[in-house]
């Protein structure tokens, strides 16, 4: 709940888009003493006023145009991927500020519309990663920054999961490049790639593949995809990414520091809590099984939705208390422009076979001397 120094004024929200993650983000707004959820819109009016019943909610339309007109503070956007810009612009233009859905778009052009207009408007702009927000997650930022782990110099992140062909089969927009963007990239594993590039920090290379193994009759795009990523400090980090896993293994993700202390980061089944199933500090190793027996693997959408709402609660929190503030929430449209290059530099590397460059590395971490040599030689 907000504390009473913060609950000066109350913030009127709407929510646009009234899908399956809408229910994470009324919950989080419903839970705060200074929000007023006013209004809810979808393109199915049915569904914006079914909505609004369930929540008590005034009012159900069916246009961001109607939200915007009930003088909100806010407006979330929980929109397909590609309607977020239209959504975002509006708000700006408005003098809204705004909460959006990751991935905050699909291509890089409407996501940087998106930054400017509202840095222009003077307004907020907020992506939700909420997974920033699990206790574990934030103590190995804690150990980068505290000189635990130090400067974080390699990492191996695997997003092996298991999804059904109902679960693309029960939205038309579901796995399609035009509606989605992306497969297991841009609707998955984007959370872990958030936190790589918030361990490791900015990117100078991505090489990627991708492919589609097993749900190719019925989407358009990759189910998996692998990557190499260097960063412009000279650390490093492969990615595998999957939705063609069954059962679901979940996602791991370990961080090793230039002190040479590591740790990991697990989320199994799907949805849960992130917890470290490794501390490996000083002389001592800690270890959680990363699978422990009696755990049921395969999670309903529903269901990982529902276990990760506390953490949409947190960033909902920080974003409101942010505009009470007039500071920056943690998670801007800054950061969700990193992650979308990164995984949209995967695409780019897998069609063209090369890697992607975006920026030199450190000098003082090229690649080993004489390597260039022995290339040559081995070429």
Known sequence: MTSPALATRTFRV????????????????????????????????????????????PNALTSVDELLALDVDIISVCTPHPTHEEVVLKAAAAGVNVLCEKPIATRLEPAERMVAACEEAGVQLGVLFQRRFWPASQKIRAAIDDGTLGKAIMAQCSVMLHRAPDYYNRDAWRGTWDSDGGGVLMSQAVHQIDLLQWYLGDVAEVYGKVNTYRHGDYIEVEDSATAVITFTSGAMATLEASTAVSPNLGIQLRITGETGASASLTEFPEGSDGRLDLWAVGERIVVEPVHPEGVEPNVDLSAINGQLIPFHKLQVQDFVQALEAGTEPAI???????????????????????????????PAHQAIPGLRDLQKVAG
């Open 332 to 362: 801007t449209g800054k950061d969700a422009l990193k992650s979308l290059r990164i995984l949209l530099a995967v695409y780019e590397s897998s069609r063209t076979g090369q890697p992607v460059r975006f920026a030199p590395v450190h």
């Open 14 to 57: 709407g929510i646009a888009g009234c899908g399956a993650i809408s229910r994470n983000h009324l919950e989080a707004f419903k839970a705060l003493d200074n929000v007023r959820v006013v209004g809810v819109c979808d393109v199915d009016a049915d569904r914006a006023a079914a909505t609004a019943r369930a929540w008590d909610i």
